[in-house]
């Protein structure tokens, strides 16, 4: 359901409740999904491996259920059930989630902010890194790091370079994970030089297949076998398996194209030197990279236009979240010196809404506050918030 008025809030949460009033004076008025949630978009999106990290149950149907990890998913699922679902919409919330993290409590509080439909994406992603912002000094905390990255760049890059379909979509994923690109590439370029095997015969008829033709293909194959699995796995992943290993037959990535990989992953630094270093690599590679460049100068010019110091902020191409629906532009906020764990962290997530349901894509972007993680470091004699 949506809200209008906070939660009432003890102990650290007072600093949040005071942080949620100042994201409705900004226009975010209060979302309070269920606690209780499907377990099925979570291990959709985030994969299976999150599963050890929730806590999950079934209800008398046999549906499977959990209680919320994070509350960016069921808040983008009440605004798909609203009635503002497809129009430009904003939320803030504030409360539990549930996660297991060896070492420490289960339980811990979460706000933060998502903002749905605007199709003025640099100008949002700029409001949603000032408002960030906004939230570490509402708890005493000034002076932090920004780090941002833009999957986009990134995305476009291995667009631009025409690569096998495989290709592009295990290095895009392999980004988006966080997973180190470069060792990554070497080894599957040495996987190339594997002997034959068994399936040579299939391999060789999905060389050069996309993803959907390689699907139709084993889900034929598997349908005469008379079989739906072969050792656990999904005819998807036997797939994505058997196309991944035609491609790899088909020869390594190609040199110059691992050469301009490594040259984009290695900018980093102030906004505007990255941008000066994108525009010299896109010109000398030949590269139509040009509109998402643009997107990206335009995006700190709105950041500028917050009061954001763009001087202050590190940008590096290389940057992720470690999840697979960011689409854009990413952010992590991290205490000076002391940053391993992010007291701040978002971005734009365009595709999100339709993996949930929607007929049509719906422009997202938002971020997450660790409430707990704030109020530890903070200065309560800076705001005048209670302690």
């Known amino acids: ?8 809030a003890t102990g650290s949460a007072q600093w949040a409740d005071a942080l949620l009033r100042s994201f409705a004076e900004a226009g975010y008025g209060l979302a309070e999904p269920g606690v209780l949630q499907p377990s099925e978009p979570f291990l959709d999106l985030s994969g299976e491996d999150i599963r050890k990290s929730l806590y999950l149950t079934t209800d008398a149907t046999g549906e499977e259920l959990c209680l919320r990890p994070d509350l960016t998913i069921p808040v983008a699922r009440e605004y798909l059930a609203s009635a503002n679902a497809g129009k430009p919409a904003g939320y803030s919330y504030l409360g539990p989630v549930f996660r297991y993290r060896e070492g420490r409590a289960s339980e811990f509080l979460q706000a933060g902010i998502e903002s749905f439909g605007r199709l003025d994406r640099p100008a949002a992603d700029a409001e949603m890194l000032a408002l960030a912002l906004q939230a570490t000094q509402a708890f005493g905390v000034s002076d932090v790091e920004i780090r941002t990255g833009d999957v986009a760049l990134f995305t476009s890059l291995i667009d631009a370079l025409g690569l096998y379909p495989v290709w592009r979509r295990r290095l895009i ?5 966080k997973i180190n690109l470069e060792q990554d590439i070497e080894q599957l370029t040495l996987a190339s030089a594997t002997p034959r095997n068994e399936y040579e015969g299939v391999l060789a008829a999905l060389a050069g297949s996309d993803r959907k033709a390689a699907l139709a293909l084993v889900t034929d194959l598997m349908s005469i076998a008379g079989t739906s699995n072969v050792g656990g796995r999904t005819v998807a992943e036997i797939a994505d398996r058997f196309l991944e290993q035609s491609t ?3 020869g390594a990535l190609p040199r110059d194209a691992l050469k301009i990989i490594k040259r984009f992953l290695a900018i980093s630094g102030e906004p505007r030197d990255a941008i000066a270093q994108l525009r010299a690599l896109a010109k000398d590679s030949k590269l ?8 990206l100068e335009s995006r700190i010019g709105s950041m500028t236009g917050h009061g ?3 001087a202050k902020v590190r940008f590096s191409t290389s940057f992720g979240r470690g999840l697979d629906y960011y689409t854009g532009f990413e952010f992590e906020l991290h205490a000076r010196n002391n940053g391993v764990e992010p007291l701040v962290a978002g971005g734009r997530y365009d595709g999100l809404l339709q993996r949930l349901g929607s007929t049509a894509a719906i422009p997202a972007v938002g971020f997450s506050v660790w409430v707990e993680a704030l ?3 903070g200065n309560p004699a800076a705001t005048g918030r209670p302690s």
């Open 308 to 310: 954001i110091d763009v």
């Open 173 to 177: 994923k392999d980004f988006n994970r």
């Open 248 to 250: 790899l037959k088909a």
């Open 288 to 295: 139509d990279i040009g509109a998402v460049i643009d997107a």
């Open 375 to 377: 109020a530890n470091i």
């Open 1 to 8: 359901m949506i809200a209008t008025a906070a939660p009432r």
